[in-house]
């Protein structure tokens, strides 16, 4: 358990350090890197991926909970949208569990990692959504919000990749698009965790130390080390040249895809 602890402690420092380098949430950096400990503890390939998901959700209720209310203090979250999303947000995340839950350990990698590649073909590519002028009504942002919260369950991420790009089509500026994504990456994760703690309990697949599918000894690691290593890896994002860091982030995301793929 002290080895395990240790490892996740590690993990928790690579994946502080590389969200703050990049600017993005833990959940791309947090996935893979479980996925990669889980195997040396020889985890049942069958749960080892929802274990990863289900734990990256939890460690984003912590880890994310600081960002929100960094936003919500500089007056950076838009609450009238953050409340027309947040009925399809919580739906989208239960959904996404339970779809995670029907499928395959090796089918939900291999989707995770074709996102992992289109995320990347789209920081290469470096398409910005067109702002927009008027917000949508309140059935398209519940849409909107199931849709993210679906994804984001799924895959075990914030949300920020999909939910900034729409917050800018509705009208927002970069800063309120940012501010409010970090809001709605908090139900998302909590309602998310719940869930995978509630489908998974019970699985005799599970190993010690695993409540429902997310691994606790991981999620205090995690905790204890991304929040301080995350602010190393903003200190050289303002060193590097931002084409440098989105073209090796482009890069990162592709070889680990490809490593799910493959």
Known sequence: MLASLVSYLALGTAAGFLA??????????????LMTVFALQQVSGEVAMHLAVGTSLATIVITGASSAWGHFRRGSIRRDWLVALLPGLVMGAVLGVFVAGALSGGLLGTLFGVFL???????VLGRSPKAGRQAPGRGSMVVAGGVIGGV???????????SVPWLIRCG?????AVGTSAACGMPIAL?????????????????????GFV???ALLGIALTSVP?????VRLAHRLPAR???LSFALLLTVVGLGFLL
């Open 152 to 162: 984001s369950a799924l895959f075990g991420i914030g949300g920020g990749t999909l």
């Open 215 to 217: 691994m606790l000894p």
């Open 191 to 211: 309602v998310g965790a719940v869930t995978f703690i509630a489908v998974g309990l019970g699985d005799p697949r599970l190993p010690d130390g695993a409540f």
């Open 172 to 176: 927002a500026s970069m800063t309120q």
């Open 244 to 246: 440098v860091l989105k």
């Open 20 to 33: 703050g380098l990049y600017g993005v949430g833990g959940g791309l950096i947090i996935v893979p890197s």
């Open 229 to 233: 290593c995350a602010r190393l890896g």
């Open 117 to 123: 590649l289109l995320v990347a073909a789209k920081l």
